[in-house]
């Protein structure tokens, strides 16, 4: 822990698009992306089962993007573990920007968050659990990550013993994501996108961004663009502090945890953090207090088991074949 001068730096961004089907969310963060990536590769994370690729011979989308875009396919079930597991793979790849859709699956589709408190009988603690480490993930990823969000139509119930009328009220609150609403706050842009107009109104910026959304617009490649100026106009990062920041979030977590992570890190990124934070991350994941993890559920059987999922969810402690080196 230091006190050092504040400065502004290139960091990998997180932004997101919502709005109900149909409304253009997928064809505005490609276009938005192709202007976000610094050499036009990008990558989508595909739970809508191919829709992204309907793009893929569009001329506008092909005209921002020469190169097309590359697709993971990621069918149910859609636990936040599988959606970490599409973050490591785009990234060991060597990605730059990474498009999510849909976010909302990991909260409310097969085998996503909802479906992992209804098992626990209504008890929300591992699912919220889940869901943070899949945003601490995408926080700490190398990569511009956007999310593409389904949207609908919410209203807010008063009861009548709280209205001030002494009836039931409904409180219109317009069309909001299907997502927890915390994983809103590390977003740096959040846009609406209107499903008659296809334009897109930013909701959350950054203060010295407003200047590029003043209106509602119709996205472009230009608009990711001038985020990207933007941003590689602040100090760079060492190109391993991602790294770092991964893996002392792995530490943290336990002993298990971290040797899983270790373990899976390339030689490069091995020797990086040998020369650097490894013994003190090893430390670290050793005085962490493990609660006994309680037999396997039927949902945690249920995910690993599904035909639907072409990949079992891992356990959050795995057994490890070689220990930390």
């Given amino acids: ?69 590359d697709v993971i396919e990621l069918d149910a079930p859609y636990h936040p573990q599988r959606y970490i597991e599409a973050l490591d793979l785009a990234e060991s790849q060597g990605y730059r920007v990474c498009i999510v859709d849909s976010g909302s699956d990991s909260w409310d589709g097969p085998g996503g968050c909802s479906d992992l408190a209804e098992k626990a009988k ?65 977003q740096l842009l959040v846009f609406s996108v209107d499903p008659t107009t296809h334009v897109s109104t930013v909701k959350k910026c950054h203060d010295d961004l407003w200047q590029f959304f003043t209106e509602p617009k119709l996205i472009t490649k230009a608009d990711g663009e001038k985020i990207r100026q933007w941003n590689e106009g602040g100090k760079q990062l060492d190109p391993h502090e991602q790294l770092k920041k991964r893996a002392r979030a792995a530490a943290e977590i336990g002993l298990a945890e971290y040797t899983a992570f270790y373990q899976a890190c390339s030689p490069s990124d ?29 949902l945690e059987r249920d995910l690993r088991t599904n035909p639907l999922g072409p990949q079992p969810v891992q356990k959050l402690i795995d057994e490890m074949e070689e220990p930390v080196g």
Wanted: hydrophobic share 45%.
């Fill in 122 to 186: 209504g008890m929300w603690a591992g699912a919220k659990l889940w869901n943070k480490r899949m945003m601490t993930r995408a926080a700490l990823s190398d990569m511009h990550v956007i999310w593409c969000l389904k949207a609908q139509e919410k209203t807010k119930i008063i009861d009548k013993a709280k209205s001030g009328t002494g009836k039931q009220e409904y409180i219109d609150l317009g069309v909001l994501p299907i997502w927890e609403k915390n994983n809103l706050f590390p």
């Fill in 1 to 69: 822990m230091e006190i050092k001068k504040a400065v502004r730096r290139a960091l990998p961004l997180q932004l997101a698009f919502y709005a109900p089907s149909g409304a253009g969310k997928t064809f505005s963060a490609l276009l938005f992306a192709a202007g976000l990536s610094p050499n036009g590769k990008v990558v989508v994370v595909d739970t809508e089962r191919g829709r992204a690729s309907l793009y893929a011979d569009n001329k506008k989308i092909l005209a921002a993007l020469p190169g097309g875009f």
């Fill in 270 to 298: 091995k020797k990086a953090l040998k020369d650097s934070t490894h013994e003190e991350n090893k430390r670290i994941a050793a005085t962490v207090v493990v609660v006994e993890a309680e037999p396997e559920s039927d």
